[in-house]
């Protein structure tokens, strides 16, 4: 213990006599060191995922002109087979309009009485029968009564074949004559021995209808023919694969191979046409061709397992990596297989490179190093001391004449960082000067438009108003603006005893410029209709109000700014309302807990055109109607589907109110209309009013 300590003290007293330029060279060569050593295992472990990911997309890609190889040769195969299938089906058609010709030649003779119409028959049967083509192929004829009139085979000769049954239990007759029905003529399949041959054999038959006999003539082809071929042609695409393949390697060893699903390998540089049920490979724990159709469920996915490879034959220790595609067509299956070492080799000559390169590095940086240190040691210092001096004084430097010095002492990278940090000191004071200006501005910015919201909100009436019990109204408005000050307004005034009247409307723009415009309109639309109804004998409607509002929001509008706006008089004593629209949304009326709106002409918004003249509508309200008015922020409102409020909801919101009051029906609106924009902000002011007429509250 007593050695340890005395170990570890001469240590310290070792480190503590070096001098900093040596400390800082160990230091950076260990570092050094410990980068290299870490960047060659970084190098070392990206090289291989590389090449791994390389060869692997290279296996891809080869995989895929494999299959688009192997689908295009097989399409190539079928399409073959299809066209010789169609060759054979024209071979059949023009056959039969051979012989058909021949029965026409008879018939014509017995026609021009050169022969009996029985002789004429009997030469054209025989003819026929007598006919061949092909592999010992026939004719047949078959009359009305699906007799066989002309046929080969004499055991079927003159025999009624609409019972007849082939191989398959197919009724052959009933389904020419179907088709000969149906067509006049056409293609059936049925199963028949061969003449001469005793193993039944799909059949081709094309047969039509020659009716001034009412014969039905036809003949056909067995398809084993054509199977045979497609059989040749099968084996000669894979001889050409196995040219193919024997020319892709998968790195030094890998390949490609084929076996079928009855696991007899088709295609291999070593194993062609060898049983793989027969193939054992010790460690699998299952037979190979199992694990490797198993493979194929996921083609994507590398399978692995041990094989022997040239020059260590029997030896299976070395590791396989194979990715098997599955050929549904044909039920093959096409397997990429190559050794996993044989792609660790570049890896190894890499990291061999590597690590001399590294060391020779390191040599030469720790001479170069040693040299360096000194140099950049006093500048650095000096960055650093004025750093800290930057941030004790809040980046005001009370001394620059170091860096000041540094930045002129030559044109390097530490000059320049001096240069840099002194511009950097200036702007950092400029940045602090005017953030703190900018943050002064936006405070007073902001309480002057809380205090225009203020002023704004209390330029509007109560939006619960209690009226006298004799006025015969209940109101309820509410007005929310999208920012702090909107250009939505409401208002309602009485002119006289028997009179109110009440609005709603929604300038063109919004923030200060529409609440300076709101206010002056509002203030406007009160003074002229107190104005214009000062005299108790003379009463002016709503429309008169607005047309001389209209004219005077007209002159000098050079911001061309305009307003949409309902304004209603009521009278409170029988009812009777009028209503002026100008370009505002219609209003809704409910009777009775029955909603609709009351769609009349809207006219030109004022402040738009000087010389509008607008009209009024009237309507009576009876006891506990209702007038509903609205801003477009209520029916614009959007959601994060981004789907509009629309009038078609509101007045289905409206339908739904439980109660007539106007309290309970601005409150049910605004909740509805909240639900529908979820977490969206508001983009429009939201302005609603409400007014009931009820003369017979008091009985209420």
Known sequence: MQKQTKRSKSHMRFLHSMSFTTRMLVLILILLIITTITFMLITQYEVE????????ASIKDMRQLISLYVDNQYRSLVFHKENVLNLYKQKLKDLTDIALANVQYFHQLAKKNILSEEDAREFALRSIEQFRYGNNDYFFVYDKDNVAIAHPDPEIRGSNMTEYQDLKSNYPLKLIRETILEKGKGYNSFWYMRLEEEKPIEKLTYSTYYEPWEWIIGTGFYIDDLEKEYKESLDEMLSEFRKTFSKIRIGTNGYFFIFNKNHIVLVHPTMDGMDFTEVDVPGMGMEHWYSLERASKNPDVPHTYYWDKPGHIGNFVFKKIAYVDYFEPLNWYIVSTYYEDELNEPV?????KELFTALAAILISGILTYFLVKKFTRPVKVLTAHARNLIRNNFVSDDDKDLIGLSKRSNDELSNLAVTFIKMEERLQKYIHDLKETTAAKEKIQSELRIAHKIQMGMLPSANPDFASNKNLSLKALLEPAREVGGDLYDYFFLNDDHLCFLIGDVSDKGVPAALFMARSKSLIRSTAMLLNKDKHTFYSSSEILNQVNAELCMENTHCMFLTIIIGIINIKNGNVTLSNAGHNPPFLVREKTWRILNFEPRMPIGVRPHTNYTDHAISLKNKDCIFLYTDGVTEAINEAGEFFSEKILEKTLRKTESV????????????????????????????????????????
């Not at 190894?348 to 061999?352: D, P």
């Open 49 to 56: 995922r590389t090449i791994r990911h390389t060869i692997n």
């Open 348 to 352: 190894k000559n890499i990291f061999r």
């Open 661 to 700: 009051r106007p309290d309970t029906i601005i409150n049910h609106v605004m909740k509805e209309v909240r639900m529908f924009v979820g977490k969206i902000p508001q983009a429009d002011d939201i302005t609603m009013i409400c007014l009931q007429y009820n003369p017979d509250k008091r009985k209420d």
